[in-house]
């Protein structure tokens, strides 16, 4: 793609104010995003920048008055967010300079993936990269025709600054619109022509050649894949593992140890933070996200099932014990503890008054700098622990001098972060225990990063899936419970009476309408429950978001599925995402979904519409395949053995099989379960059960293998010889 007019501005930009006299308020300036719900918005709410959240009054405020729009697009727990807000979006020079010559929309990334993908997609193109803060200048249309991430307020290092780039926009849009109008709609077709799909039938071995691509990227001195920024990407791991190559495993196996290692693992409070910015995974950047949570635990559990080994069953539990703890929706909610606003009448009572869904990250920052929240100075710790410090400050690298540089200048620390060198042993373990919570006690009287209170569709689903995923494999009451009480959040808040979701809620207040992730998603987490409780509404919820993707979705000519429905907002493209970044595309957890129902119904139609979701990534995974990690794990279930399991007799009575069934590790197997109370709507579902019976009056396991059909058993004994 050309670059001639994308080249003629360079960075971005704010817009309109309004000023609020002193003494009718405690700020000096409000602006729009007051009356908003989003974390991250109201932040910014108070800036001397009067911001527009994206609706219609933005775009004809834009044509009205003949400006540009300058978009910015972040999340609440984005340091380098913070950064542009401090230095530009709260300077009331750099202010007025953006309010004259654009109009301004602020957008959480987070509510508005489908807004996010379009124009992160865009600054990829023009600039060969991308991340947040997203900064991107288009016409009242929404075409876009500059596109940046972060810009300082002054010119700094060869980049351009706020108050240089801001006049040169200006003047570009009045003395060579037309070029920039041609530029704008060139951007515009070459983002469409990357919205389509693939067609052809994939190619035979694409697993065999992603596995290959990720052990060369392994790093086999600390860990992860590639040098550094390191993220988990825990989908390529759960890959690895399916695969069952020793390689593969031992890579996987070091990796999780490396990260448990590391200052990107909360060793005081538990939780892993985003990345980190180094190969040793010592210094992270410190938010911390619940999707990171969700998808490390399922990784840790599903290590823990293959080998049997305490560590990653104790790093789960580490990881469910803070999104417990720290991410978890309270049963009772009022203003402060939803992060609610002035003027909540009262506290209510959430779904069976135990808590439900679960918020969205926690910040890097407090009192204004990133990290401080969990780093520690070796005369505090020391103050704190006691006598314990010498082995303390040895398990964890504490030294006088600190133990890691700044990021940003390179500079030693005086400050520590908490990280091993070796793993503890089980008695070492249970020494730093103590300590750590004295250390965990004296921690939560600082001063906390912001919490995001946010509670979005997908991430719980995701959620949902990794504490039923680990109730399963660690047969604990405790998490299953966390995950049916979620799924009872989302059905009761985020539900409207048509069934639909809603993508966000937040203070009793949802928004936007449920996007492809969150059907996909929530299917995933309910296909993850159906299995360790064999309730067969989790089932039933599964099969009806499907049908709900299927009919306002699924992309009938190019295959697939669209970010949006049918009949949402309409952008400038109707987005479609298929890579696996941190977080696996909607495509490819539905190309899985689609799979798993079409194996547990034995219903043809959802195997055809998994093969033409499949196909709709060719042209794009044969590129790369490691960058499509759980597409590839779609493609192991398909291609892999297939184990379909139906288990016909009353939960006590066949409670022996049930445990033993689950107990064995086989991706590839899906499990149902037949009493007296389901038959005949399993039947419906499920039509090839209807003539499943038990044998002589005694729980009975039907196991089809491979599409072939095996005798039927009646006795545990018999079961783990044959399975």
Same mark, same amino acid.
């Given at each position: ?60 405020t ?17 340091h ?60 009242? *249309?929404? @075409?876009?025709?500059? !596109?940046a991430?972060?810009?300082?307020? $002054?010119? =700094?290092? &060869?980049? #351009? ?40 039938v ?42 069952? *190559?020793? @390689?593969?495993v031992? !890579? ?5 140890? $490396?990260? =448990?290692? &590391?200052? #990107? ?36 559990t ?5 080998t ?12 469910l014990?803070?999104?417990?703890r ?35 990250? $926690? ?66 373990a ?68 048509d ?16 996007q ?46 669209f ?36 194996r ?84 419906e ?27 039927p ?11």
């Amino acid at each position: 793609m050309k670059r001639t007019v994308i080249n003629l501005v360079f960075a971005g930009a704010l817009c309109a104010f309004a000023e609020i006299p002193k003494e009718n308020n405690m700020h000096a300036f409000t602006n729009r995003l007051a009356a908003e719900k989003s974390p991250y918005l109201l932040q910014h709410a108070h800036n001397p920048v009067d911001w527009y959240p994206w609706g219609e009054a933005a775009f004809e405020t834009a044509k009205r008055e003949d400006k540009p729009i300058f978009l910015s697009i972040g999340y609440a727990t984005c340091h380098w967010c913070h950064v542009m807000a401090h230095e530009s979006f709260e300077n009331e020079e750099i202010a007025a300079l953006m309010n004259e010559a654009f109009v301004c929309i602020k957008v959480d990334r987070e509510e508005r993936p489908d807004i996010d993908h379009i124009y992160m997609t865009v600054c990829q193109m023009m600039t060969g990269q991308g991340g947040w803060p997203l900064t991107i200048i288009m016409t009242p *249309e929404k @075409e876009p025709f500059h !596109a940046a991430t972060y810009i300082p307020p $002054e010119e =700094r290092f &060869g980049r #351009i600054g706020m108050k240089e780039f801001i006049p040169r926009v200006s003047n570009a849009w009045k003395n060579q619109r037309s070029k920039i109008m041609e530029s704008s709609e060139q951007i515009t077709q070459v983002l469409a022509q990357q919205q389509g799909g693939g067609g052809a039938v994939l190619e035979a071995g694409l697993p065999d050649a992603g596995y290959r691509e990720l052990l060369e990227q392994y790093d086999k001195m600390h860990g992860g894949f590639g040098q550094q920024p390191k993220f988990p990407t825990p989908h390529r791991l759960v890959f690895l593992l399916r695969q069952g *190559e020793a @390689e593969g495993v031992a !890579a996987v196996e070091h990796t999780l140890e $490396e990260m =448990r290692k &590391g200052g #990107i693992f909360d060793q005081v409070g538990f939780g892993f933070h985003r990345y980190s910015t180094d190969r040793k995974w010592l210094l992270p950047h410190f938010e911390k996200m619940l999707y990171d949570q969700a998808l490390l635990a399922m990784a840790y559990t599903e290590a823990y099932e293959l080998t049997g080994k305490p560590l990653y069953k104790q790093v789960t539990e580490e990881i469910l014990e803070y999104v417990m703890r720290d991410m978890t929706v309270p049963a009772v909610v009022g203003p402060l503890e939803a992060g609610g606003t002035e003027g909540v009448p009262q506290a209510s009572c959430l779904p069976s008054c135990e808590g439900g869904g679960f918020y969205s990250a $926690e910040d890097a920052d407090s009192e204004g700098e990133e990290g401080l929240f969990y780093i520690w100075s070796a005369e505090e710790m020391k103050s704190i622990v006691g006598d314990d410090y010498p082995f303390v400050s040895n398990a964890w690298n504490i030294k006088k001098e600190g133990n890691f540089r700044d990021e940003a200048s390179g500079r030693p620390s005086p400050h520590n972060i908490p990280h091993l060198s070796a793993l503890l042993t089980p008695e070492h373990a249970e020494r730093i225990s103590g300590p750590r919570e004295t250390l965990f006690a004296v921690r939560e009287k600082r001063v906390h990063p912001l919490k995001d209170t946010k509670v979005l569709a997908d991430w719980n689903g995701l959620m949902i899936a990794a504490f039923a995923k680990a109730g399963r494999a660690f047969d604990e009451q405790t998490y299953i419970r966390a995950a049916e009480r979620a799924v009872e959040f989302a059905a009761s808040e985020m539900q409207g009476e048509d069934g639909r979701l809603w993508h966000r809620w937040r203070d009793g207040h949802t928004a936007v309408p449920g996007q492809l992730e969150d059907y996909a998603f929530m299917i995933f987490g309910l296909l993850e429950l159906y299995e360790s409780t064999l309730d067969f509404q989790y089932l039933e919820t599964a099969l009806r978001y499907e049908a709900i993707l299927d009919e306002g979705f699924r992309d009938e000519a190019g295959g697939g599925y669209f970010m949006t429905a049918d009949d949402a907002e309409e952008l400038i493209v109707r987005p479609k995402e298929f890579y696996d970044g941190a977080v696996p595309s909607g495509n490819s957890v539905h190309f899985y979904n689609l799979l798993k129902l079409a194996r547990l119904t034995g219903k043809p139609e959802l195997e055809k519409k998994a093969a033409e979701t499949g196909r709709a990534f060719s042209g794009v995974i044969e590129r790369s395949p490691s960058n499509f990690a759980l597409a590839l794990t779609a493609l192991q279930f398909a291609e892999g053995e297939t184990v379909e399991i139906v288990v016909v007799g009353e939960r006590d009575e066949a409670a022996g099989m049930l445990d033993y069934l689950n107990s064995v590790y086989k991706p590839g197997k899906v499990i149902l379960h037949k009493d007296s109370g389901n038959a005949e709507k399993l039947a419906e579902i499920a039509p090839f059960t209807k003539d499943q019976q038990m044998v002589d009056g005694k729980p009975t396991v039907y196991i089809c293998r491979n599409f072939a059909c095996e005798k039927p058993i009646s006795s545990l004994e018999e079961l783990k010889s044959r399975f």
